[in-house]
């Protein structure tokens, strides 16, 4: 059989801002027709984050820190300040305001750089034998406290960080799958496949920074995964390091032998193990990629277009649909800005593959949605699409140094459910964030049986914007668990979902999830206090 | 929304011969022209099963018998000789042997029928006060030994038999999902299904007897599954008794909301929980069905074309592939065995939707079958497999009538293990029965990544027919392990295929679904001795 074992090594890569989403290269101001449009809705505020903030002195015992230094050697086991703010928290807007607040209380003691499969197993043992607290860290772009661990009853802290797992361990050509280290980011995941002439097709927003472990941790879901599927249904098997030791599966595609505890570890967040090997689906790099934008007389109509093309197994590589706010606003001129929008809605589909194959695809595909009364606007749309479906994030940072808040959370239901969804989680952020707030909505994920709902949120941001924005996500999450939709599509749980995870798997499957802990993770080192309620 | 909520009574249905598969009405001897085959192969042996057999005299206690009457009413607490019977062991050919010979050591003390989901918790309930074990009951179509629980330190064993639940609970037609009982076979689901325009597509050669409840709780996979999705691919909701009260999941076709706890409860084989509604992704009902034949030149040239197939995201609904041995003893006529058969392999490839989608997916499917070197032959072998498809369990009781050991396994695993586990398990068994022995194969499941390989054995039968077979199924499970594959593709664990399981999951595999079987059903009442390590 053709496999092939193929390694890279670990190159320096680009850090994140530690304040910011991303490259701090990329960090610019609004752009001058942005900012008239903000100033005239929102007026500005000049909030810069703190430049000069303090790092808490790292409280870990100067043995231990040889012991970490025996095991890893001294070049991977960092104390430094500027280290330990750059793994402080995730990127959620909750985040971002206490590091620009200057609040880094969360900083660990220390930031350990396992090379391999056994050095994680090592620190484990060590962080068990000290009851030492431990957070994997991948991309570090958490939104919702995944990497907010409690410290309390520790003897200290430390953030276990996958930048030197980048390797490719195996590509197996027969049966499309590689093997791939966790520390592996988006783009260079898909370098090393492109080299063998592969994808994985994961495209999430956070693509960029975030890591082949944390896409298996979490659960991620890329902007494409209605062509090339979730990220859990690529991954076909998986190594963990835990406090016990290893678990590895994967032994075919589907079986029955038993549960499929491979779905155990996805969405586990860190807090059952390490992963530090994921084998995934693959396919062959597509020859061709068009996106193109379609335009629908209302969100209502738009959605069901979607429902048709899934349920009759006609679904694009990508398919996003925009409400009526966000189409607007994404099009809009500041001159244009409170003139009644008639605009409907906007959708993209993209095609990815050989010619032929999307040739086909797209002639189907154009003439359900035509029949639907979608009107085609050729690519342009989907070009503009593409070419800026990373950038929200900086978006954000420029948003928030101007005084207006700005936060996205998502959630997911069957179609039937969807209706009550929007208007649940619209209106109780509306409702949360008073007059002038605004509340945009697109449909990010399609399935079958239903949708996810992704929100992006702007207000006027209060002397006290988080707590201007914990009870308005409060208050979306509350109306979300109302109509018994899911608490997140593709963002998983960390802290900030967490009090309201029981309510979606109820009191015994809370208890399922903290025997599993138990059991693999007896004296409770690994996140603790991400995920298990 | 259009949800429709409908129940259908429970109907007298038709009972399973006690030690043959099937309808008792459909037993026939075997036809002439198998019986000179056999014959000719194998010689004939007159080996009728025992016609009068003595059930062990039920061992539960008067008082806690009333107590089970009591809450579901005496109707529904049966302790029959022939009622007990019925509910004794599943159908493999161990399972039929020591039922042939007469052998009910593991029948239950009593067989009761829980209504509903209340019913089910309270007899759960009951069960742990006075530590009775319980083994759930659908169709017992078993054929790993799923229905085999220990009963050593319990008060006495019950059969929870779930005949009684058969109502299409509700159907969502904006969603496509439909809520089923357990109780519900193939049939009866797909009738009421059927009303409302929808099926759920789901056909493994138990259909006619097996039950919703028992698709879930062993991860079913079915002869179209390639079109319409494993079972456990088709479930979006469950709802759970357990000892320590339910469990209700499923808010959303996907999620990221840690774990997927959905994974967890399927294939759990009863020794979690008592799946009490299973809610599943339903499609329309086709309005065509073509099943047709391909031949090809080798085994290994027919599976590289169902690679090709299904990594091109191209796979029809149906399609199998038989090796050579196989291909000729489907095609056999008494004259032709001893000859050097040159046939080639046959593949099934079926085709069911609407006719303009069948016909674009059957051209797009026939031109790369072609082009690999396929050579079509037409409907006729396609219907002729339709024709027979659920009838091979019939056979094997006629072949064990005439002195011939018939029996079946299957597995997985990736492309690039297939040969190595072809071999291996073809080697290993071959090696085991002794000369004479026949063993063919086919690839009934196929996915992306890897297929299915289920084979079939025939041998004259020792005196000890069970002492002749089970060493050979151990070998091919030492084979099967060996290779890194699964112990089972589609037929559970049960108590068959235990000892192999640790090897597949890792011992803290094993020791994750203690904890788990720990937290739901702390005093092991639920079908102890299966599934778990």
């Known amino acids: 059989m053709d496999q092939t074992t193929s390694q890279t090594p670990a190159t320096e890569q680009t850090e994140m801002h530690p304040s910011r989403w991303g490259d701090p290269e990329r960090v610019t101001p609004l752009p001058d027709a942005a900012r008239g449009l903000i100033e005239m809705v929102f007026g500005l505020q000049d909030r810069p984050a703190l430049a000069e903030v303090t790092v808490p002195a790292s409280g870990l015992d100067s043995a231990l820190v040889a012991e970490l230094a025996g095991l890893l050697g001294s070049d991977h086991v960092l104390l430094d300040d500027a280290t330990r703010r750059l793994r402080t928290r995730g990127k959620s807007t909750p985040d971002l305001l206490r590091q620009r607040s200057g609040d880094l209380d969360d900083a660990p003691d220390a930031v350990v750089r396992p090379g391999n499969h056994e050095e994680v197993a090592a620190v484990l043992t060590w962080a068990v034998q000290h009851h030492v607290a431990v957070v994997p860290f991948g991309g570090g772009t958490s939104v919702t406290g995944g990497l907010v661990a409690r410290r309390d009853g520790f003897a200290g802290l430390i953030s276990l960080d996958l930048i030197r ?68 249904a690529l991954v076909v098997g998986l190594r963990v390091a835990t406090p016990r030791g290893e678990v590895s599966l994967g032994s075919s595609p589907a079986n029955a032998a038993g549960p499929d505890l491979r779905q155990l570890f996805l969405g586990s967040e860190g807090a059952f193990g390490v992963i530090t090997a994921v084998t995934v689906r693959v396919r062959r790099l597509p020859a061709q990629k068009i996106y193109e934008g379609w335009h629908w007389a209302s969100f209502v109509e738009g959605a069901a277009a979607m429902r048709t093309l899934a349920q009759a197994g006609m679904l694009p590589t990508v398919i996003r649909l925009s409400d009526e706010s966000e189409t607007a606003i994404n099009l809009a001129r500041p001159s244009e800005i409170g003139a009644e929008s008639s605009g409907g809605c906007m959708m993209i589909t993209g095609y990815e593959g050989e010619p032929e194959a999307v040739a086909a695809k797209r002639a189907a595909v154009t003439s359900v949605l035509a029949g639907l009364g979608g009107k085609p606007l050729g690519e342009e749309p989907g070009q503009a699409w593409a070419h800026g479906r990373f950038d929200a994030p900086y978006l954000r940072d420029s948003l928030l140094d101007v005084g207006v808040l700005a936060e996205t959370l998502e959630t997911a ?113 690994l996140n603790p206090g991400v995920l298990i309620p």
Not at 188 to 200: I, P, R
Request: net charge negative.
């Open 413 to 525: 239901a069957f179609w039937s459910n969807i209706d009550d969804l929007y208007a649940g989680v619209k209106g109780a952020l509306e409702a949360s964030l008073g007059d002038g707030a605004i509340v945009l909505c697109h449909i990010s994920h399609v399935y079958e049986t239903g949708c996810s709902l992704y929100f992006t949120v702007a207000q006027k941001a209060a002397e006290d914007a988080l707590g201007q924005w914990l009870p308005a996500k409060a208050a979306a999450s509350d109306a979300i668990t109302k109509v018994g939709a899911t608490i997140t599509h593709h963002h998983a749980v960390g802290t900030d979902h967490k009090p309201w995870l029981t309510a979606e798997i109820g009191e015994l499957g809370a208890s399922i999830l903290r025997a599993v802990k138990a059991d693999l993770d007896p004296t409770g080192i």
């Open 165 to 232: 797992m980048k390797r490719l361990l195996e590509v197996d050509h027969t049966s499309m799958t590689a093997t791939l280290e966790p520390g592996l980011r988006g783009p260079e995941a898909e370098a090393l496949l492109a080299a063998e002439g592969l994808t994985l097709g994961h495209y999430p927003q956070s693509f960029e920074y975030a890591t082949i472990g944390g896409f298996a941790a979490t659960r991620s879901s890329g902007q494409s995964s209605a062509g090339y599927g979730r990220f859990d």
